[in-house]
């Protein structure tokens, strides 16, 4: 894109930024000073900020909030959902450099994965208001999960996301896929309780999880509502052919998904199981899931790019085809 083109209007110029640069994230360590380059270029003046000087990203947000516009985060969806306490709070808008494995988030909203063009989306983009998912009283973007997909947050470090990527997503399934076992939760939502035997259940606030799983193709991450599904499979194997759907986000469709649409639902297992959210570990059960319609605001596209990588949710599908 040409450099001009993306110089916004002199009224919208000279805004101050809060800068979070996660140093962990997987694209971390590739150079981001084009971006801060154009930044300042149009008029954007950039506070940075360490997070080793807060107690988390959320305080550091609070701290500044006084003395700034916007929040820009340069990680993944466990850098954003470390903010989101502090978004919401102080409800500066927020734009997002794609530095994470999954950028389930950016992917959702789409927006670019080239740092420079998620930059051009931040100087020049347009502001939506998103809800923030609620598990035990602490805020997620994107999903939060009991069962295979705790387990796989659990085993995948941080320093194999860096390494592996997407294809460390992809491989650790596999394996893991081969070991699930059901597991008997009940579920309470809208009066109606259900014990059920499952190897996973998930609950959506926006659209992609698992870097490009998707938890229903009608999901929106500003739609007030709660996506609910329960993987009531037999046998691991059955994984396979349910692999497309979860993919297109239409396992809705299978006999063996239980699927349901709310804004309260809570999760009680026999023993302790850990939840995790945005791909990392967040609490453990019993949780309870409540939304905060429009709590944040963040930066996105004005118009849609043409395409987005596939992401986890094809390596996962390539993978247990083979």
């Given at each position: 894109?040409?450099?001009?083109?993306?110089?916004?209007?002199?009224?919208?110029?000279?805004?101050?930024?809060?800068?979070?640069?996660?140093?962990?994230?997987?694209?971390?360590?590739?150079?981001v000073d084009e971006a801060l380059?154009?930044?300042?270029?149009?008029?954007?003046?950039?506070?940075?900020?360490?997070?080793?000087?807060?107690?988390?990203?959320?305080?550091?947000?609070?701290?500044?909030?006084?003395?700034?516009?916007?929040?820009?985060?340069?990680?993944?969806?466990?850098?954003?959902?470390?903010?989101?306490?502090?978004?919401?709070?102080?409800?500066?808008?927020?734009?997002?450099?794609?530095?994470?494995?999954?950028?389930?988030?950016?992917?959702?909203?789409?927006?670019?994965?080239?740092?420079?063009?998620?930059?051009?989306?931040?100087?020049?983009?347009?502001?939506?208001?998103?809800?923030?998912?609620?598990?035990?009283?602490?805020?997620?973007?994107?999903?939060?999960?009991?069962?295979?997909?705790?387990?796989?947050?659990?085993?995948?470090?941080?320093?194999?996301?860096?390494?592996?990527?997407?294809?460390?997503?992809?491989?650790?399934?596999?394996?893991?896929?081969?070991?699930?076992?059901?597991?008997?939760?009940?579920?309470?939502?809208?009066?109606?309780?259900?014990?059920?035997?499952?190897?996973?259940?998930?609950?959506?606030?926006?659209?992609?999880?698992?870097?490009?799983?998707?938890?229903?193709?009608?999901?929106?991450?500003?739609?007030?509502?709660?996506?609910?599904?329960?993987?009531?499979?037999?046998?691991?194997?059955?994984?396979?052919?349910?692999?497309?759907?979860?993919?297109?986000?239409?396992?809705?469709?299978?006999?063996?998904?239980?699927?349901?649409?709310?804004?309260?639902?809570?999760?009680?297992?026999?023993?302790?199981?850990?939840?995790?959210?945005?791909?990392?570990?967040?609490?453990?059960?019993?949780?309870?899931?409540?939304?905060?319609?429009?709590?944040?605001?963040?930066?996105?596209?004005?118009?849609?790019?043409?395409?987005?990588?596939?992401?986890?949710?094809?390596?996962?599908?390539?993978?247990?085809?083979s």
């Amino acid at each position: 894109m040409d450099e001009a083109l993306s110089t916004p209007p002199a009224s919208e110029r000279n805004r101050r930024a809060l800068l979070l640069l996660n140093p962990k994230a997987r694209k971390g360590s590739d150079s981001v000073d084009e971006a801060l380059a154009l930044f300042r270029r149009n008029g954007i003046e950039l506070v940075e900020a360490s997070v080793q000087d807060y107690p988390g990203s959320a305080e550091a947000i609070e701290a500044h909030a006084s003395d700034v516009d916007l929040v820009i985060i340069g990680g993944g969806d466990g850098s954003l959902n470390k903010a989101a306490a502090g978004l919401a709070r102080t409800g500066l808008p927020f734009g997002i450099l794609p530095l994470g494995t999954a950028n389930d988030l950016a992917r959702t909203l789409q927006i670019p994965f080239s740092i420079r063009e998620a930059a051009e989306v931040i100087i020049d983009g347009r502001e939506r208001r998103l809800d923030l998912g609620i598990v035990n009283d602490l805020y997620f973007f994107n999903v939060a999960s009991i069962g295979f997909s705790a387990t796989l947050a659990r085993l995948l470090t941080s320093e194999a996301k860096k390494r592996w990527g997407v294809l460390g997503y992809a491989i650790s399934a596999v394996r893991l896929a081969a070991q699930s076992r059901t597991h008997t939760v009940t579920i309470h939502h809208d009066g109606i309780t259900e014990s059920v035997r499952t190897i996973q259940v998930t609950v959506g606030n926006g659209r992609h999880y698992g870097g490009g799983l998707t938890v229903d193709d009608t999901a929106e991450p500003d739609d007030g509502r709660l996506d609910v599904y329960s993987l009531e499979v037999r046998h691991w194997t059955e994984l396979i052919a349910l692999v497309p759907s979860l993919y297109r986000g239409t396992q809705k469709h299978w006999k063996n998904v239980r699927t349901f649409s709310t804004t309260e639902v809570t999760l009680e297992t026999r023993h302790s199981h850990d939840v995790s959210a945005d791909g990392d570990l967040l609490t453990t059960t019993p949780a309870r899931f409540g939304i905060a319609p429009k709590a944040v605001r963040a930066i996105v596209p004005r118009s849609a790019p043409d395409h987005h990588e596939a992401g986890v949710g094809a390596a996962i599908a390539d993978a247990l085809r083979s």
